[in-house]
């Protein structure tokens, strides 16, 4: 009966607070848990306030109406109920969304195009696309689509910081929503309010901090996403990302039509294999590749090295750091295609001179690359252009390979023994174990080609190893590392150190087109390797190269196993205990290799000429390998 009486005294209060009257004193009276006639009047004024802000918010037509009926409820509600608290909460989350307003557009493109510069150095392909956004922007005014742009690339390159820059150069709000780790669709579209502690969504959140209705939202780490019982997050950002569709946007919570057509989205991800195929298609990928030696320099001496010394306070009174100390940095106490791990260092070097000025030696230090490995200690790696080029080996290859997190370097090592079959270690995926399988299959079929006996490996079971058996390794670009490798032991024709290769090999020995090649490019660069064999599919790719990679990498194109052969085996004396062959055939066959290195890099040295090296190397290699039959199966090479 008590709470009967409540209602109803809550209900003749509610009217006497909105001007009904003096009901509200009737109610007061009557019991001690209703309202009194002041609370009613500030209850009252609270009704008046709210509905005002409704009516100032300039929301849509159904939102409003919405919200006026959802306040009509509680104005009916017991003001300490539970549900009038829920309600209440609920409201103040509708009137905090910027319904109608709006940052004002800086569409200035040499403004643009100085703030991006100033924050970032290179990355010119991204700061162009931005540039045409903004002059679409110009062009068609309010009529546009936010894009959704999604950086792709290793850790450090600078994709989160971009997107900050952007919102700079626009002159517009930032919010960073990380997605790394969210299993609960909910943290996308919100909780429904019938559920205990129920908010929105993450989404809704970063607009109300942004305070506009177009900020810039960075979804970083995409790609971290994963899904449970609770739902799938990346299917509930289809909606989101989706021009089509997030003019009308509702989270769970407010249930409301919300538009983010004008929101710009901008998604970071570190690899697109853990991005559903349908989120992937909604976005346009923009892909950030590690950077060089030179980018490496140029980005310490204009942003990290002041950053680090403000954050450490030191100045430039009291340290100096030289270009060999930076250089010194990157080659020996780094490892990365990013930026990360460099400033953690310079970091470290500055915390050092600081402990140095608060003990009191406040003399000027400059930093060189002996007192880097002073400060630092021994190098933990070791860059220098010898590194993993030592003397040819036979049965060895150096191959190439894209990783998360740049591009890196490996050694395919090939041993034979008496038996039959193939072994395979080294933590090999699926696609990179038929590769191998590949290889074996296209030199089987062509063994005479080779100078191979044909019972070799019918009495030789071949080891095929790629070191670093930690790390998982897949894909089928290592087909004509494998293949090279096992050429070598078969024949026992060294192979060069100073070439590295990639491509996917086929059974009819051609190369297919691979990816990652500027990630390879940049980690041939790190260790010392002055040429690149590349599928001829992948010439295109090379004109997104920077010009200082190619002065420095002298990039092949191949179309055919047999090119790659012609370039990467060894000039130097076979050695007599692996094939057997005499000293006659070996001094021929390195005569011919000569012949062959002189005539085709004569012909094309480098990509950049444009030459097609197929019908002069297939040519000289007939001549050498049909020499070489004659001679190799007279002493038949085992």
Not at 99 to 117: P, Y
Not at 234 to 239: F, G, I, Q, V
Not at 412 to 418: A, F, L, P, T
Not at 498 to 520: C, F, R, S, Y
Request: with cysteine; charged share 25%; aromatic share 4%.
């Amino acid at each position: 009966m008590k709470s009967e009486f409540l209602d109803d005294g809550n209900n003749e209060d509610m009217s006497g607070g909105m001007g009904m009257g003096g009901a509200s004193g009737g109610g007061a009276g009557m019991g001690g848990g209703s309202p009194t006639i002041g609370q009613g009047e500030r209850i009252g004024d609270e009704f008046a306030e709210l509905k005002e802000k409704i009516y100032l918010s300039k929301m849509p037509v159904e939102a409003e109406k919405e919200t006026l009926k959802q306040l009509s409820r509680l104005e009916r509600m017991h003001p300490e109920s539970s549900e009038s608290s829920i309600l209440r909460n609920y409201l103040e989350c509708v009137l905090e969304m910027p319904w109608s307003s709006a940052s004002q557009d800086v569409l200035d493109l040499e403004r643009a195009k100085k703030v991006l510069d100033e924050d970032h150095y290179d990355l010119e392909k991204i700061k162009e696309r931005i540039l045409e956004y903004l002059a679409v922007k110009i062009l068609r005014g309010n009529e546009m689509k936010g894009p959704i742009l999604c950086f792709m690339g290793p850790p450090g390159v600078g994709k989160t910081s971009l997107g900050r820059s952007i919102a700079r150069a626009m002159g517009r709000s930032f919010v960073r929503i990380s997605l790394g780790g969210v299993k609960d669709e909910a943290e996308i579209r919100g909780h429904r309010r019938t559920y205990v502690g129920a908010m929105p969504g993450r989404l809704v959140q970063a607009i109300q901090q942004a305070k506009t209705n177009n900020p810039v939202i960075m979804l970083d780490e995409v790609d971290k996403l994963s899904s449970d019982f609770r739902g799938d997050p990346a299917s509930a950002l289809l909606e989101v990302l989706d021009p089509e569709q997030n003019h009308s946007f509702r989270d769970h919570y407010l249930n409301l039509p919300f538009d983010l057509s004008k929101t710009m989205f901008i998604a970071t991800a570190n690899t697109m294999d853990n991005i559903p195929h349908p989120l992937r298609d909604r976005m346009e990928i923009l892909h950030l590749s590690g950077y060089t030696e030179e980018e490496k320099v140029s980005i310490s001496k204009k942003f990290l090295i002041d950053k680090q010394m403000q954050e450490n306070g030191v100045t430039s009174e009291y340290v100096a750091f030289g270009d060999e100390a930076i250089v010194s940095i990157i080659r020996h106490f780094t490892s990365e295609a990013g930026v990360r791990t460099l400033e953690r260092t310079i970091g470290s070097v500055c915390r050092k001179i600081a402990r140095r000025v608060a003990a009191g030696k406040k003399e000027h230090c400059l930093i060189d690359a002996r007192s880097i490995e002073e400060m630092l200690g021994p190098p933990p790696f070791n860059k220098d252009e010898d590194i993993d080029l030592g003397p040819c080996e036979i049965g060895v290859a150096i191959g190439l390979a894209w990783t998360a997190v740049g591009g890196e370097i490996i050694r395919v090592e090939v041993s034979k023994m008496k038996g039959k079959g193939l072994t395979l270690t080294g933590h090999l995926g699926e696609v990179m174990q038929e590769s191998a399988k590949t290889a074996i299959g296209f030199i089987r079929g062509h063994a005479s080609e080779f100078g191979i006996s044909e019972n070799f490996f019918e009495n030789h079971e071949l080891h095929v190893h790629v070191p670093a058996g930690g790390t998982p390794k897949d894909g089928p670009s290592a087909g004509v590392t494998i293949a090279s490798a096992i050429v070598s032991l078969a024949t026992g024709m060294p192979l060069r150190k100073d070439i590295a290769m990639t491509g996917e090999i086929t059974l009819t020995g051609k190369i297919l087109p691979i990816g990652g090649v500027k990630e390879k490019a940049l980690a041939a660069m790190r260790h010392g390797i002055k040429t690149v064999i590349v599928p001829w599919g992948n010439k295109s790719d090379l004109t997104d190269i920077p010009l200082e990679y190619k002065e420095k990498i002298n990039f092949i194109c191949t179309k055919n196993i047999n090119e790659i052969f012609n370039f990467a085996m060894s000039t130097q004396e076979i050695h007599n205990k692996s094939n057997g062959t005499s000293s006659e055939t070996r001094s021929r066959t390195k005569r011919k290799r000569k012949k062959i290195d002189n005539d085709v890099l004569a012909s094309t040295t480098s990509v950049n000429a444009n030459a097609d090296t197929s019908e002069i190397t297939t040519e000289l290699t007939t001549e050498l390998t049909t020499e070489l039959t004659t001679d190799l199966t007279t002493q038949k090479i085992a």
